[in-house]
């Protein structure tokens, strides 16, 4: 039998994705956010035309800016949630090599997941960077981390390997 010192591993601050990772992570999801967008509403298009809906083809191109924010809102939440769901990471994210992680770096829970989502959603929400070195409100909300992902899972490994070296047979 093995006696564990049961201590859980903890973020330090050197794995932080440093302020430019995460302004790249933001442009390249936005972009990509852009892209699924056209998507949809180019599917949309497409079946709408097919059934000769002409209506609302002509509805999407006169929407007013809270139907323009709603479908906005709808591509954020599918976008992120899927994504960081499913595999911690978004677009941006696999480009710049960093990962969202909970405080002891694992895979954030769904529900924190879609808390960090619905934060993205509140107005000026972008400017929350301008407090918190790289934490934005989705971040401190959530409870959640972008982390450098090479580093953390180096930092995991010397962890666990010490971690065994302080068991012992009983």
Not at 50 to 56: A, I, M, P, S
């Amino acid at each position: 039998m093995y006696k564990s010192n049961s201590q859980k591993f903890e973020l330090d601050n050197d794995l932080f994705a440093s302020q430019g990772q995460r302004f790249a992570n933001y442009i390249l999801d936005y972009i990509c956010q852009i892209i699924l967008l056209f998507c949809v509403v180019f599917v949309i298009a497409i079946i709408a035309t097919l059934n000769g809906d002409q209506k609302f083809i002509e509805r999407i191109g006169n929407m007013n800016r809270v139907e323009q924010y709603a479908m906005g809102a709808v591509v954020v939440l599918l976008y992120y949630n899927i994504l960081e769901i499913f595999f911690s990471v978004t677009i941006g994210k696999l480009v710049t090599n960093t990962v969202v992680v909970d405080r002891n770096g694992n895979k954030p829970e769904t529900n924190e997941i879609l808390i960090r989502s619905l934060c993205r959603l509140i107005p000026l929400e972008i400017f929350s960077f301008l407090g918190a070195p790289d934490k934005g409100w989705h971040d401190s909300i959530s409870k959640t981390y972008v982390v450098k992902k090479e580093l953390l899972e180096r930092k995991k490994r010397a962890f666990k390997s010490l971690d065994n070296i302080g068991r012992s047979e009983e």
